[in-house]
C-alpha cells in the first residue's frame, strides 16, 4: 500500500532564511506526487505537482520542489520565507486505480506546521 | 468563477442527530472526494466518487454515506454511528483519467454538543 511520510511535523524558521520540509513516499509505480499549503480553517491549494520529466519542479509562491526516486523523496524548498508563509503543508500521492488507468485515491501525509519568526 | 463550494462552514449538531454537508462543483470533475481532518492527523479518506452513482469507501467510512445523483454533487452524511464526528471536512475533486491534482473546497467544520 502506498504511503507518505513528513518527518517534521513542526518546523520553525526566520523571516529571510530558506526552508525545506520533507516528504517521503512508499509506491511501487512511478508516483504523481504533490505539495499543497493550508492556511487555517481554510481549504488546501496546490504549491506543485509532479508526474514525469524534469526532476525539479517550480510552483507558485516561489517554492520549488525535487523528485529523487532513489530515496524515495519528494522535498519541498523555498529560498527565503515571507511571514505569509507560516502556514501547513502536506504532501500527497496518487495512485492509479489497480486494472483502470484512472485515479484512485489521494494519499496524504500528517502535515508539517511552519511558524515564520520576525 | 468555476470552483467548490462547501455549505456550511459551520455546523454544530446534537449528538445522535444525522447531519449532511453538502459539497457542490462547477469544474466539471468526474471524481470527488470526502476527508476528515483532525489535529496532527493530516487528511483521511471518508469517500470517494470516480463517476455518477459509483462510490467507494475510503479509509474511514464508518458511519458515513454518502450519494453521487448528479456531477456536481457529492453530499456526505455523518450519521449517529459515527463515535467521534467533531472534525474539520474537506471535499475535493480532479479530472478523472487524467492525472491531475484535486482541487478543495473551504471545509466544513462540524462541532457535535
Known amino acids: 500500500a502506498q504511503s507518505v511520510t513528513q518527518p517534521d511535523i513542526h518546523i520553525t524558521v526566520s523571516e529571510g532564511a530558506s526552508l525545506e520540509l520533507r516528504c517521503n513516499y512508499s509506491?511501487?509505480?512511478?508516483?504523481?506526487l504533490f505539495w499543497y499549503v493550508q492556511s487555517p480553517g481554510q481549504g488546501l491549494q496546490l504549491l506543485l505537482k509532479?508526474?514525469?520529466?524534469?526532476?525539479l519542479v517550480q510552483g507558485i509562491k516561489g517554492f520549488e520542489a525535487e523528485f529523487k526516486r532513489s530515496q524515495s523523496s519528494f522535498n519541498l524548498r523555498k529560498p527565503s520565507v515571507h511571514w505569509s508563509d507560516a502556514a501547513e503543508y502536506f504532501c500527497?500521492?496518487?495512485?492509479?486505480?489497480?486494472?483502470?488507468?484512472?485515479?484512485?485515491?489521494?494519499?496524504f501525509g500528517a502535515g508539517t506546521q511552519v511558524v515564520v519568526t520576525p | 468563477d468555476g470552483g467548490i463550494t462547501q455549505s456550511p462552514k459551520y455546523l454544530f449538531r446534537k449528538e445522535g442527530q444525522n447531519v449532511t454537508l453538502s459539497c457542490e462543483q462547477n469544474l466539471n470533475h468526474d471524481a470527488m472526494y470526502w476527508y476528515r481532518q483532525d489535529p496532527g492527523q493530516g487528511l483521511r479518506l471518508i469517500y470517494y466518487?470516480?463517476?455518477?452513482?459509483?462510490?467507494q469507501k475510503g479509509d474511514i467510512a464508518e458511519g458515513y454515506s454518502v450519494s453521487r445523483e448528479k456531477k456536481e454533487s457529492f453530499p456526505l452524511t455523518v450519521t449517529s454511528a459515527q463515535k467521534n464526528p467533531t472534525a474539520f471536512y474537506l471535499c475535493a475533486s480532479s479530472r478523472d483519467r487524467g492525472r491531475t491534482e484535486a482541487f478543495f473546497g473551504q471545509g466544513t467544520r462540524l462541532t457535535v454538543v
Open positions: 466518487s470516480q463517476i455518477v452513482n459509483d462510490f
Open positions: 509506491y511501487g509505480a512511478t508516483p504523481y
Open positions: 500527497a500521492v496518487g495512485s492509479i486505480k489497480e486494472g483502470t488507468d484512472s485515479w484512485g485515491k489521494f494519499q
Open positions: 509532479y508526474f514525469s520529466g524534469d526532476t
